[in-house]
């Protein structure tokens, strides 16, 4: 089967680093997403994994472990904008569609 | 990046009626997806938008309540069929644009729909 686990929530300070893991299982790998969602709002992407390692995208950060099927997205400088949904995604099979995770709430805290 | 315009961004529609929600995307992409998202929860996947052929749909998703257009790599419909009020929720679009590590993607604004 498929499948994406995250954790349901998580909270962090103001100015900290957060670290979001995400697991997976999937009978194919083709990538893996990181997508923010605010309430409301359409997901934005954020980054996209197909090597192992870390992907560096201001203070966002994605890394990817295909061998452990392991993924984690690094928040740095907490900001409180940053309160959303974070989302996990991976790209698997033939025909290219996404698997979700269930996505993990994040809340900052001043 | 790619752009992706999504509308109507929201509508209240009667029971029984039809609604065509359309994507337009600003560049050439490889694949356009439709989903549906009920507030707080996790996006469900409806179909993946062919070019030229019928779209591929989920299990518990059928053509004839869903039927989805995709004329051509940047343009996509989704009509919502004879709605009812089980059928009020959040429509997205969204494109993914292979490009090695490059690769992105994307969604439209959404489309929040209510049915009464």
């Known amino acids: 089967g498929q499948n994406i686990d995250q954790p349901t929530e998580m909270t962090a300070t103001e100015g900290a680093i957060v670290q979001i893991n995400c697991t997976y299982q999937?009978?194919?790998?083709?990538?893996l997403f990181w997508y923010q969602q605010h309430a409301g709002e359409a997901p934005t992407f954020l980054s996209y994994?197909?090597l192992d390692g870390l992907e560096e995208k201001g203070r966002f950060s994605s890394f990817l472990s295909r061998s452990k099927g392991y993924s984690y997205l690094l928040l740095k400088e907490l900001q409180m904008k940053d309160s959303a949904s974070y989302l996990c995604?991976?790209?698997?099979?033939?025909?290219?569609?996404?698997?979700w995770g269930l996505g993990t709430s994040l809340g900052v805290n001043p | 990046s790619a752009v992706i315009s999504q509308k109507p961004s929201r509508d209240i529609c009667q029971r029984g009626t039809s609604l065509t929600i359309q994507c337009q995307v600003d560049?050439?992409?490889?694949?356009m997806f439709w989903y549906r998202q009920q507030p707080g929860q996790s996006l469900t996947l409806i179909a993946t938008?062919?070019?030229?052929?019928?779209?591929?749909?989920e299990s518990g998703f059928v053509i004839d309540k869903f039927p989805i257009s995709r004329p051509n790599l940047t343009f996509s419909t989704l009509t919502v069929s004879n709605m009812s009020p089980e059928d009020s929720s959040i429509y997205l679009c969204?494109?993914?644009?292979?490009?090695?590590?490059?690769?992105?993607?994307?969604f439209g604004q959404g489309t929040r729909l209510t049915v009464v």
């Open positions: 969204s494109a993914l644009k292979r490009g090695g590590r490059n690769t992105e993607a994307f």
């Open positions: 560049s050439q992409v490889t694949m």
């Open positions: 938008a062919n070019q030229g052929s019928e779209a591929t749909y």
């Open positions: 999937t009978s194919g790998f083709n990538g």
């Open positions: 994994n197909v």
């Open positions: 995604a991976v790209n698997a099979g033939n025909n290219r569609k996404l698997i």
